[in-house]
């Protein structure tokens, strides 16, 4: 029997994504309990994560996405009623009701949307190591060489500073011991080797990997301004969630660097946001599309990360939404954190798909009037099983549903639909020009030329370096960790704004000594320095 229209509109504690025997909603307060969305390509995946974005939009949450087809562009643009959209609707009793959503495309490559930019620094040791594909000797060479650059003051912000740092560090044969004296270099070769052999050879192996991320286009990643993620906890004017949308069609080309960034992103959030506990609705939604990608091939240590962060982040009002062909592509550790389920159709042709089959069917909870795993290969496009968590956060009983239609255009938009979009954007020009600071490059070529101040990382490092002593031990973050340490992140983030009031009051008065610019960033660096990350620890 048809509802009327408001029973089935979204409210402020929930979304409506669809109707069978009974109507499926997603519910605000629990969405930041993560979730999962699978099916065989063409069953509608994109489709159901559209729907979900809208909904989270309208209840003004943020979100952000992956576009790896350039599909979900679609939805910063009216929808159109055509004939299949508008039966849809009124097989569920709804009047389609054209809509758009207020959109920000991003770009790695900063061809399609506003460049994505990260330091290396920021990158870390694990993961720059998991996006080269090295092994246990070459990411503990690439861990001494970031321990050299904290402690010599050697900020890593580019390629070229990380590939002029591991030059540094290699043994030089052709120089002889008592020529040290006369060798600029002397000293950081020195400090490697006092963390254990750094070979040429295992040198030579990195820059080598380093150049194929080069070739893949990860030069243009990592450089400054770096990206702030507050830029993606925007709403409209009228109060909606903005929808940014990251162009991942030509990154998804180096799967690693897809699913290494993705999982940068996540630790900074993690990082950045304070504990929020369980919101009325969350802070921001994250869609992490091939998420198979993330958990190929990683090691242990990564996978252990992974879910510290899948787990933890839900404090910080963060849902993070998977988006996969098959629910055994993710780890049961993860798969267990994820309670909110769409379950498009699977075909079972091969006996891995049938074991993706009856591992799908037993995540959910049984619903005596379905025969979960049958149906699953029975499901036409559009249509979907779904639990969505209920009450005191219990999944509700599986249920067949038609997946209501979105309101946004369905499909990719035109190339000058999206340049309008970009020229009205919020973060226009913040991020369109790379700036090339002075860093470890700049500071290596000095000494070779023998023009290089003091390091920054000695005792009596400035005001800096005071200030990273305090922190240091005010906090207990004076404890290395392979990245730059307070004061050198201080030095370093000149050009970064403060995020956490925790230091405010501080650096409203550094601010006054030092300099707007410079204070400002001084508070960032503090609470970074003091919070840090799961992946940096």
Same mark, same amino acid.
């Given at each position: 029997?048809?509802?009327?229209?408001?029973? &089935?509109?979204?409210?402020?504690?929930?979304?409506?994504?669809?109707?069978?025997?009974?109507?499926?909603? &997603?519910?605000?307060?629990?969405?930041?309990?993560?979730?999962?969305?699978?099916?065989?390509?063409?069953?509608?995946?994109?489709?159901?994560?559209?729907?979900?974005?809208?909904?989270?939009?309208?209840?003004?949450?943020?979100?952000?996405?992956?576009?790896?087809?350039?599909?979900?562009?679609?939805?910063?643009?009216?929808?159109?009623?055509?004939?299949?959209?508008?039966? @849809?609707?009124?097989?569920?009793?709804?009047?389609?009701?054209?809509?758009?959503?207020?959109?920000?495309?991003?770009?790695?490559?900063?061809?399609?949307?506003?460049?994505?930019?990260?330091?290396?620094?920021?990158?870390?040791?694990?993961?720059?190591?998991?996006?080269?594909?090295?092994?246990?000797?070459?990411?503990?060479?690439?861990?001494?060489?970031?321990?050299?650059?904290?402690?010599?003051?050697?900020?890593?912000?580019?390629?070229?500073?990380?590939?002029?740092?591991?030059?540094?560090?290699?043994?030089?044969?052709?120089?002889?011991?008592?020529?040290?004296?006369?060798?600029?270099?002397?000293?950081?070769?020195?400090?490697?080797?006092?963390?254990?052999?750094?070979?040429?050879?295992?040198?030579?192996?990195?820059?080598?990997?380093?150049?194929?991320?080069?070739?893949?286009?990860?030069?243009?990643?990592?450089?400054?301004?770096?990206?702030?993620?507050?830029?993606?906890?925007?709403?409209?004017?009228?109060? @909606?969630?903005?929808?940014?949308?990251?162009?991942?069609?030509?990154?998804?080309?180096?799967?690693?660097?897809?699913?290494?960034?993705?999982?940068?992103?996540?630790?900074?959030?993690?990082?950045?946001?304070?504990?929020?506990?369980?919101?009325?609705?969350?802070?921001?939604?994250?869609?992490?599309?091939?998420?198979?990608?993330?958990?190929?091939?990683?090691?242990?240590?990564?996978?252990?990360?992974?879910?510290?962060?899948?787990?933890?982040?839900?404090?910080?009002?963060?849902?993070?939404?998977?988006?996969?062909?098959?629910?055994?592509?993710?780890?049961?550790?993860?798969?267990?954190?994820?309670?909110?389920?769409?379950?498009?159709?699977?075909?079972?042709?091969?006996?891995?798909?049938?074991?993706?089959?009856?591992?799908?069917?037993?995540?959910?909870?049984?619903?005596?009037?379905?025969?979960?795993?049958?149906?699953?290969?029975?499901?036409?496009?559009?249509?979907?099983?779904?639990?969505?968590?209920?009450?005191?956060?219990?999944?509700?009983?599986?249920?067949?549903?038609?997946?209501?239609?979105?309101?946004?255009?369905?499909?990719?938009?035109?190339?000058?639909?999206?340049?309008?979009?970009?020229?009205?954007?919020?973060?226009?020009?913040?991020?369109?020009?790379?700036?090339?600071?002075?860093?470890?490059?700049?500071?290596?070529?000095?000494?070779?030329?023998?023009?290089?101040?003091?390091?920054?990382?000695?005792?009596?490092?400035?005001?800096?370096?005071?200030?990273?002593?305090?922190?240091?031990?005010?906090?207990?973050?004076?404890?290395?960790?392979?990245?730059?340490?307070?004061?050198?992140?201080?030095?370093?983030?000149?050009?970064?704004?403060?995020?956490?009031?925790?230091?405010?009051?501080?650096?409203?008065?550094?601010?006054?000594?030092?300099?707007?610019?410079?204070?400002?960033?001084?508070?960032?660096?503090?609470?970074?320095?003091?919070?840090?990350?799961?992946?940096?620890?």
């Amino acid at each position: 029997m048809a509802t009327s229209d408001n029973k &089935l509109a979204d409210t402020d504690e929930k979304i409506f994504i669809g109707k069978g025997d009974e109507t499926a909603w &997603l519910t605000l307060a629990l969405a930041n309990r993560h979730g999962l969305v699978t099916g065989a390509t063409g069953t509608g995946k994109t489709v159901s994560l559209q729907v979900m974005a809208e909904g989270f939009a309208r209840a003004g949450v943020p979100v952000f996405a992956a576009d790896i087809k350039g599909d979900l562009s679609g939805i910063s643009e009216v929808g159109e009623a055509k004939d299949f959209i508008v039966k @849809r609707a009124k097989e569920m009793g709804l009047t389609f009701q054209p809509d758009q959503f207020s959109t920000i495309f991003w770009d790695v490559f900063g061809e399609q949307g506003h460049p994505v930019r990260a330091t290396v620094t920021e990158m870390g040791p694990l993961l720059l190591s998991r996006m080269l594909d090295l092994n246990d000797v070459q990411e503990g060479v690439l861990n001494v060489a970031f321990r050299v650059a904290d402690e010599n003051g050697l900020a890593l912000i580019d390629m070229k500073d990380l590939r002029a740092l591991l030059d540094a560090i290699a043994p030089d044969g052709s120089k002889k011991a008592a020529d040290d004296e006369e060798d600029a270099l002397a000293a950081l070769r020195k400090a490697a080797q006092s963390y254990g052999n750094v070979s040429k050879a295992t040198v030579g192996t990195i820059q080598r990997q380093l150049l194929v991320l080069e070739n893949q286009g990860g030069t243009k990643f990592f450089g400054e301004p770096a990206l702030s993620l507050k830029d993606f906890m925007r709403t409209d004017r009228d109060g @909606r969630g903005m929808v940014n949308i990251l162009v991942a069609d030509k990154l998804m080309q180096s799967p690693r660097l897809y699913a290494t960034f993705l999982l940068w992103m996540l630790s900074e959030l993690f990082e950045e946001l304070p504990e929020a506990g369980d919101l009325p609705k969350p802070k921001l939604v994250f869609f992490f599309d091939e998420a198979h990608l993330l958990f190929n091939d990683a090691p242990k240590a990564l996978m252990d990360k992974i879910e510290q962060v899948v787990r933890l982040i839900r404090s910080k009002g963060v849902g993070v939404y998977f988006v996969t062909q098959n629910p055994i592509d993710v780890p049961d550790k993860v798969l267990a954190q994820l309670g909110n389920r769409v379950q498009h159709a699977l075909r079972a042709f091969t006996p891995r798909d049938q074991k993706a089959v009856a591992a799908a069917a037993e995540t959910f909870r049984p619903n005596p009037k379905l025969n979960t795993a049958r149906v699953i290969m029975e499901l036409g496009k559009g249509e979907a099983l779904v639990s969505f968590l209920e009450g005191g956060g219990t999944p509700s009983m599986v249920e067949r549903i038609l997946v209501r239609p979105p309101s946004a255009r369905i499909g990719p938009i035109t190339p000058e639909e999206r340049k309008a979009i970009m020229d009205a954007s919020p973060v226009k020009g913040k991020y369109d020009t790379a700036i090339d600071a002075e860093s470890a490059y700049e500071i290596i070529q000095k000494r070779l030329a023998g023009t290089a101040a003091p390091a920054e990382g000695t005792e009596d490092g400035g005001i800096l370096g005071h200030i990273g002593a305090i922190a240091g031990a005010i906090f207990g973050t004076n404890v290395k960790r392979g990245r730059l340490s307070t004061g050198q992140l201080i030095a370093r983030n000149v050009t970064r704004s403060v995020t956490n009031k925790v230091v405010g009051g501080v650096v409203a008065d550094l601010g006054k000594s030092v300099g707007g610019s410079i204070g400002g960033s001084i508070g960032r660096s503090l609470v970074r320095g003091a919070l840090g990350g799961l992946l940096r620890r």
